[in-house]
């Protein structure tokens, strides 16, 4: 039985339909990790917060922007070490803190001491530690600070600081290091990119409903 006119129309259209929601959802797709990093315009500011999850290519982005002179001041967040490091100071063994690797590499490249601020407190996740740079940030009357994080985690970082920071008048810059090796144009092509991307995209979704902090 031949279709009417009006239902080939019908069909059509939804084929057509079909067809722009399949390419939206590829477009989406194969954007998906220039999503996650995506950086604000570089400017001055008062101070480089230095999100802790690397060893060196966070902290080697954060004494690049000071040595070209963005701010005076280095804000690096301590993370809480895994049970294994705690077991082999308690026999007597010296294990440094990255943060104080990352410290001394800074000093060595032209970063003095005094320039770098290092929280007592141990940090467990991105929330935790939007809520030490606005203890920082206020104390010190901060107006503009640059968070340098790795390119895939600067969305949902972004998010978190901004959250804790809401009212202030405290302007946030997200920086990715330019020390990270992802490539989010390509994401999908590098397993270790893919990892990432599925981690942070989960998470970044849990931060955006209010289903919890994250790390």
């Known amino acids: ?23 939206s959802g590829v477009w989406a797709f194969l954007r998906f990790g220039l999503f996650l990093s995506h950086e604000d315009p570089l ?13 060196l290519e966070r902290s080697l982005e954060a004494a690049d922007l000071y040595r070209e002179g963005r701010a005076s ?16 100071r308690a026999q007597g063994i010296p294990f440094a803190r990255d943060v104080d690797q ?8 032209g970063v003095p001491l005094s320039a770098v601020l290092v929280p007592p407190r141990l940090h467990d996740n991105t929330a935790q530690e939007a809520q030490t ?16 994080s790795a390119k895939y985690h600067l969305r949902r970082s972004g998010f978190a600081i901004r959250r804790e ?6 302007e946030v810059i997200m920086r990715a290091t330019r020390y990270d090796p992802s490539n989010p144009a390509r994401w999908w092509a590098s397993r270790a990119d893919l990892r990432w991307v599925l981690s942070e995209g989960t ?13």
């Open 1 to 23: 039985m031949a279709l009417s006119p009006s239902r080939i129309r019908i069909r059509r259209a939804l084929t057509v339909a079909a067809l722009v929601l399949l390419a």
């Open 43 to 55: 400017q001055n500011a008062d101070a480089i917060l230095v999100l802790a999850g690397s060893r």
């Open 73 to 88: 001041t280095i804000l690096m967040t301590d993370w809480l070490p895994e049970a294994a490091i705690g077991l082999i």
């Open 102 to 109: 990352q410290t001394e590499v800074m000093e060595r490249l």
């Open 133 to 148: 740079l606005l203890e920082y940030a206020t104390a010190r009357g901060w107006k503009r600070v640059i968070v340098v």
């Open 165 to 170: 920071l809401a009212g202030t008048g405290i």
């Open 203 to 215: 998470k970044y979704v849990a931060y955006v409903s209010g289903l919890g902090a994250g790390n």
